[in-house]
């Protein structure tokens, strides 16, 4: 069935370093693919999204490419901030199904 | 403009009892999707309704069922509960005219725990 691979955290960066959580899929058709993120102490939501294959994603410096060949979703992030702090999840939606990822926690050191 | 909201904020229940847990979307959405996540795991979809019909179901026991109102908002209902389905109960909605491609803005959840 569909599925969700996601970078175990945490993952913990400097201030300004350069950011890349691996996220890879298995489905069948053509998913939409999704990161979501949770800020300490607030709800999920979207950052970003790609529809097919070779669309990116974009979003508060995030990015993220849907790559069919290589069924993943990378996201990155040139310069990361302390703002950034947060628990990133990869999810994939099909006809009758969205998957989660288990989330990777993020923190920033300033 | 209000976002989802979600009731009750938190609920403790006793194994083999029901629970019933409510959303109400964003105005204008017209599609609410329920998720289950558990502390340290990424949310467990459970079902997705747009228009009063279920149109996506996760893997979750018939003990679990839902249904959508006439004004869109949802309810969730758990039978029998098992100590196991403590959790965050999560609801979200969206648009709803592209299906679970959407995106999807979720509410702040419930907190049960089966005693």
């Known amino acids: 069935g569909d599925s969700v691979t996601q970078m175990e955290g945490p993952v913990t960066l400097s201030e300004e370093a350069f950011l890349t959580i691996n996220c890879t899929y298995t489905?069948?058709?053509?998913?939409?693919l999704f990161w979501y993120v949770q800020y300490p102490g607030e709800g999920l939501q979207l950052l970003l999204k790609?529809?097919?294959?070779?669309d990116k994603g974009s979003n508060k410096g995030f990015e993220a490419t849907y790559r069919k060949e290589t069924t993943s979703f990378h996201l990155e992030k040139g310069s990361v901030q302390v703002s950034d702090s947060a628990v990133y999840f990869c999810?994939?939606?099909?006809?009758?199904?969205?998957?989660f990822g288990s989330g990777t926690r993020l923190s920033i050191r300033p | 403009d209000a976002g989802v909201t979600q009731s009750p904020t938190h609920l403790i229940k006793t194994r083999g009892q029901h629970v019933t847990l409510r959303c109400s979307p964003i105005?204008?959405?017209?599609?609410v999707s329920w998720y289950q996540q558990v502390l340290g795991q990424g949310p467990q979809f459970i079902f997705q309704?747009?228009?009063?019909?279920?149109?996506g179901r996760g893997n979750f026991p018939d003990r679990f069922s839902a249904r959508q109102f006439p004004n869109y908002s949802s309810e969730l209902n758990v039978n029998a509960l098992l100590l196991g389905d403590s959790a965050l109960y999560l609801c979200?909605?969206?648009?709803?005219?592209?299906?679970?491609?959407?995106?999807?803005?979720f509410g702040p959840g419930t907190r049960l725990t089966v005693l």
């Open positions: 979200a909605s969206s648009l709803g005219r592209g299906g679970l491609g959407d995106t999807q803005y």
């Open positions: 489905a069948t058709g053509y998913p939409s």
């Open positions: 790609a529809t097919k294959a070779d």
């Open positions: 999810a994939l939606a099909g006809a009758s199904k969205i998957i």
């Open positions: 105005s204008g959405h017209k599609s």
């Open positions: 309704y747009y228009e009063k019909e279920e149109r």
